[in-house]
């Protein structure tokens, strides 16, 4: 770790607060330090030092910290919010590179906390220090060790750092890990997050020797990209695991009045953490579930398992949930199974799962799991125990420990089905690194977990993102002159020229004025046409007659003038209104695209199901500008409607390549100009058959 | 209980082939009905009864069951399979009424144990026996109290009956209940269900007063439409909480192989349990956790919970699992915010969840969930304490207890998120019966599933399957005629007037010999008509020119013979074919219809979206025949189809009416017919505007 090392890690800390006093944080901080074997200099600090004699809990205590001659790493502070602004500063002359400010009463409370946590990010920023918190339980590391915190408990010493936005789900987690046996690097509350957020200490604990998997609890990122870009780079190397919370409306209206930040929109979360190989759980019990076993066990090399199991019933419920989670039950092959049969009894299964029966004893475990730690086909193994008259639950116990220990390469999950006659055998794995659960469903998710992992970590190197020659400079003229018209919505004809100067096929459309403009550019871009009533303010075009399809001639484009002009009238007298003429293109699929901005994670490009179907089959799937063609076909892919383009009861199939491209171009347009578009559709998209391209046939685009 | 009394419940019991071997079945069974405390008779049998001194372990024993001169309730047979047979004719001379066969080596062996077990199915028959297994652990009831199992533990004392189709699988929760604290009444273990099954159980807990909860673990149902109807019973008073595995492809190979049973397609399972009111778990931590919730606390009123907190983030993933599972968090109303300012902090959360902050004492907890207790719009309560500086483990769970205890009727659960330092309080609670998670999500899950069964307990008396008068006659007749015509696919026009003998619309269509024929037809039945290619092997008809769609007119019709008859003639030169002219109903909205047979539970009606998008996106719902108008609209209601059957984008709704009233009548065809049809595609099937009805465009029905 070189990043933060002195944060995490330090040589000297001193507890600005520090007091005798058991109810005070000061003290329970201090007495944290102490407790946790801190092989560092300690240092306390309190204003009335000379009442305390000068020292506290054993520990030389300071009025000041600029009395104090050492140099200091961290510094960490529980006096009254108000008074921690002049102590930032005296830190920062004291060249003190890291504060952790334990003190609540900032942004959580309001306007003015607010305001004072602006004046400490302004200090810290001054002096060049970086801050955890404010509003923080402390933080926590078993390597150093360090317990600069007011937790109760110090963490079991162990291999997997959990970071949470939230204090008390740290104190709820450090109890209940203590008493699962799970054991933790390090433990950071990140608080109100005002400096350091989630996204350095991923980056730090990313580059850390003793952290095998990063944890998080999160309620929100701010830092969208750059979390992508520091996650895309860590989950090459070790899991990261995150609970996002706020995943419901409710959720999200908690959130945001919890801790004051803006929780983003939900499918952008899903969106980018894939982006980035970050795994979601669901759940605060799946999160442990999958650090406990990628903290004890290999990554698998594919997806492919067998199930080993002394009873039916429970082998059932491990396929079930493993074709629900995505693995494979591998293939016994036909010497294995020869194998198997030369010391099982023949009424055994020696499919997968491969039931050894109610009579299985611990060295016929043992056996199984030798000969699949052997099998090339077989990635990783669940073993399942019931404890049935002649099971041996710490027999077996120990010939799984003992073949781990023999093939470490390949992972072993446990099911020991039971509680009071299996514990001590459930108690002796979990001691030996074994992941081990009660019921086959959580074993199982914990395997898949590794398998999605294995897959992230192996993933090939993103594809660049394609330079395509693009006509920049026309649409900010466009822009520039929507603006100076004091409009924010584009003429439909202005929308088609940006996609046509990124290249995206629409149909020829122009303005007219009059009947006879009209007439002119009907036959400049080509019968049949569509005319449109444009103007400010004017809705639900359809509706008032202000659009007419399918005009094929000069005649009826004088007579669609006239009509539209009039039904236009009856609802906007004042409009100031052109027509827009245009080309109308054939029918083709019709799919949907277009630009969503994110607060985090800047903007997202969907594509989706058009027509009638958009709003009630709601087929989309988004993606994170810039899109490469990979990633775009891979967004494209998630949408039902991918298998109806690809040709279906013996149509010819759509145009994919087409399709691709036009997403991949939207993305470049969303990157290039994400300052100016605040949305745009492209509403509907025809889509024509294979090699004849698509058609942008309306497109809005709004401003900020 | 009335029902299996004796069974579950009996006086006096015999255990053949009893045993002071400890390695035998016969001595744990023996053992274990002794140390249960069993009150009634018990009695040994076995031949070498002299060898013993005629008892073993104190109990009295004989060398053949007639021997015994008192009447026996229960004979629990461990002897070797081959001796069973006449061990039953014995019992059955002796008048025994119940036998439980734990003895393995039948149907799961092969096809010699499927021999022997249909002739133990046989004798049990002849004398008016009931049978439990063979190849079970055993029955076991702690409120007999009796033990008749090879079982290593007996349950603790409960009023949760659990059945299981694995005998191993209830071993492990045994041992694994006993370690939680979780009671049950009976624990039953059916193995092969060679007579009785799980629906004889449900049935008979249903009416038993120590039983809240039935809970099943099944990998098949055999008596479907029995099931259905039993479970619709007694889901009424009580919930019955059932994982059916092999829902997996892979799993139901699994379960196929295991007990040699068929298990039903998934869908139907779904569909059925929806029926009756079963609810379905995943997996069994799920059953687990419902089933101790509904063990110990009410049913809740209404889906309205209030989640209580000492911590934001906690609270936070409480109320996205709440949004996931259907639940509402309930309003908080003036008064009650009002009474909760009297004594929380002012920086407390007030709104929903309901944030104590960090430093709430117990009696915060307490005087909070009081206040809740008197909320009408609350229905249940969720309290999730993390341990923090201040805050009172134990305490706090003493004040849940005395709360539930005054407010009985109102359901809490708590979410203690911790282990080590939380021990005490969470043990505390779990004694006293508060149902307890580590983790917010399982409390709301257990909490949803409470609300989800108060919907079930309370819903209105099933609708009544209408009567309406339809030509069954004709249809058999058709059948008749098809069956005698030595095929089992129907033409065209038969399978339309089969439909049309039920009152369901279709265009008017008959079958030409010869172009005159057609061009009369065809004035018939109205212009414009479509001619289609019939007889029988014939394929693929649109793709070889078998079908011409729009004929306007006489002259069109006779182009239209030849030219289909020539095309038909290049594929298929022997085929002797007919040419159906049928009236071209107009286009409408195009849906899909069907019939379907499961083997256990019946016929099933399929309604979903046609034409192309039926395959990609799969918007199909289904419903057991037969349907009231009620059960058919709820079944077209769970399509996404119905929203844009409901009209989308200012267009017209479709006859809604019509379309449920189709869907009843194809539910009755199927019921009338479930013998006969094997399998019915209505497809396309047009829905027009509302009031202007549907047209069954294209009708297959293909018979047994």
């Avoid at 200091?72 to 920062?92: H, K, Q, Y």
């Avoid at 998710?445 to 006509?471: F, L, T």
């Avoid at 699929?589 to 089959?617: A, H, K, S």
């Amino acid at each position: 770790m070189t990043k933060l090392e002195k944060l995490l890690r330090p040589e000297s800390v001193v507890i600005i607060g520090a007091s005798s006093d058991e109810k005070k944080v000061g003290y329970a901080a201090l007495k944290n330090m102490i407790d946790c074997g801190f092989k560092g200099r300690l240092y306390a600090v309190n204003p009335k030092a000379e009442r305390y004699n000068y020292e506290i809990l054993g520990v030389k205590c300071y009025s000041r910290v600029s009395d104090i001659e050492d140099t200091i790493d961290l510094a960490v502070i529980c006096i009254p919010a108000r008074f921690i602004p002049s102590t930032i500063e005296e830190l920062g002359e004291k060249n003190v590179p890291y504060v952790a400010v334990i003190t609540a009463g900032f942004k959580e409370v309001g306007e003015e906390g607010a305001k004072l946590e602006k004046e400490l990010v302004e200090l810290v920023k001054k002096y060049n220090m970086r801050m955890v918190g404010p509003n923080i339980l402390g933080i926590i590391d078993t390597i150093a060790p360090i317990n600069a915190s007011f937790a109760e408990q110090t963490p079991i010493r162990g291999d997997i750092a959990f970071i949470s936005q939230s204090g008390a789900l740290l104190t709820g987690i450090l109890d209940w890990s203590r008493a699962e046996g799970i054991g933790f690097s390090s433990f950071i509350s990140i608080g109100n997050k005002a400096d350091l957020d989630a996204t350095d200490f991923i980056e730090a604990l990313g580059e850390d020797e003793h952290t095998k998997a990063i944890l998080a609890y999160l309620e929100s990122i701010n830092r969208g990209e750059e979390f992508i870009k520091i996650c895309s780079e860590v989950t090459r190397t070790k899991p990261v695991l995150i609970i996002k919370s706020g995943r419901s409306k409710a959720g999200a209206k908690a959130a945001s009045s919890h801790t004051g930040s803006m929780a983003g929109a939900d499918t952008t979360y899903d969106v980018a953490f894939e982006k980035c190989g970050v795994i979601r759980a669901d759940n605060a019990e799946e999160l442990f579930d999958m650090a406990f076993s990628f903290s004890c066990m290999p990554i698998p090399k594919g997806n492919r398992i067998v199930i080993i199991t002394n009873a039916g019933g429970p082998g059932i419920l491990a396929t079930d949930a493993a074709e629900r989670e995505g693995l494979e039950l591998a293939e016994i092959s036909p010497e294995f199974e020869a194998k198997l049969r030369e010391f099982l009894p023949p009424a055994s299964s020696f499919k997968n799962p491969i039931d050894a029966l109610g009579t299985a004893q611990g060295e016929d475990y043992g056996r199984i799991i030798e000969l699949a730690c052997k099998e090339e086909n077989i990635d990783g193994i669940v073993v399942i125990l019931t404890p049935q008259a002649m099971t041996e639950g710490q027999e077996t116990a120990e010939r799984i420990v003992e073949m781990h220990e023999k093939y470490p390469e390949k992972p072993i999950i446990a099911v020991f089905i039971g509680g009071e006659s299996l514990g001590p055998a459930i108690y002796y794995l979990k001691k030996h690194k074994i992941p081990t659960f009660t019921l086959p469903e959580r074993g199982v998710g914990a395997m898949s977990a590794m398998a999605r992992y294995a897959k992230i970590k192996n993933r090939p190197e993103d594809e660049p993102i394609p330079e395509i020659e693009v006509d920049k400079q026309r649409v900010e003229e466009i822009f520039k002159k929507v603006r100076a018209e004091g409009r924010k919505t584009l003429y439909g004809t202005e929308a088609k020229e940006v996609v046509k100067a990124y290249g995206i096929t629409t149909p020829a459309a122009k303005l007219a004025k009059t009947s006879d403009e009209a007439k002119h550019i009907a036959k400049e871009v080509g019968f049949p046409v569509v005319m449109k009533i444009t103007g400010e303010g004017i809705m639900h075009k359809s509706d008032i007659g202000g659009v007419k399809v399918g005009i094929k001639n000069e005649e009826e484009v004088e007579k669609a003038f006239t009509e539209i002009m009039e039904n236009v009238k009856k609802h906007y007298p004042n409009a100031e209104s052109l027509i827009e003429v245009q080309y109308m293109a054939p029918l083709g699929r019709e799919l949907i695209t277009g630009i969503l901005q994110d607060p985090q994670f800047g903007p997202l490009v969907m594509i989706g199901l058009g027509g009638i179907y958009t709003n009630f089959l709601k087929d989309a799937a988004f993606g994170l500008a810039p899109l490469s063609y990979k990633e775009a076909e891979n967004v494209l892919r998630k949408t039902k409607s991918y298998t109806l383009l690809k040709g279906v009861r013996g149509e010819k199939p759509s145009d994919i390549k087409a399709i691709v491209d036009t997403m991949v171009k939207i993305s470049l347009l969303a990157r290039d100009f994400k300052n100016d578009i605040k949305e745009m559709d492209v509403n509907p998209f025809f889509a024509y058959e294979e090699g004849k391209g698509i058609s942008a046939v309306d497109v809005k685009i709004v401003l900020n």
